[in-house]
């Protein structure tokens, strides 16, 4: 469980990275470093949900 919210945390710190501070200036790669940062955020909240998910149902067994 822990080891799925470290790696939730990470890919979601990439993306915001890739976000806010990533400076490039080329509009071409910014728009697709953009786009792979939105898919990498998905991922990691992904991450988030099924910890959070199997956290519900290790607590009701």
């Known amino acids: 469980m822990v080891m799925g ?5 990470s ?4 993306a915001l990275y890739l976000l806010f ?3 490039l200036s080329h509009a071409t790669a910014k728009q697709d470093l ?4 939105l898919l990498t955020g998905a ?5 988030f949900i099924r910890v959070w998910l199997a956290w519900k ?5």
Do not use: P, Q
């Open 5 to 9: 919210l470290l790696l939730g945390s």
């Open 11 to 14: 890919f979601v710190g990439i």
């Open 21 to 23: 501070f990533a400076d």
């Open 34 to 37: 953009k786009l792979y940062a």
């Open 43 to 47: 991922y990691g909240l992904w991450r």
């Open 57 to 61: 149902e290790s607590k009701s067994k």
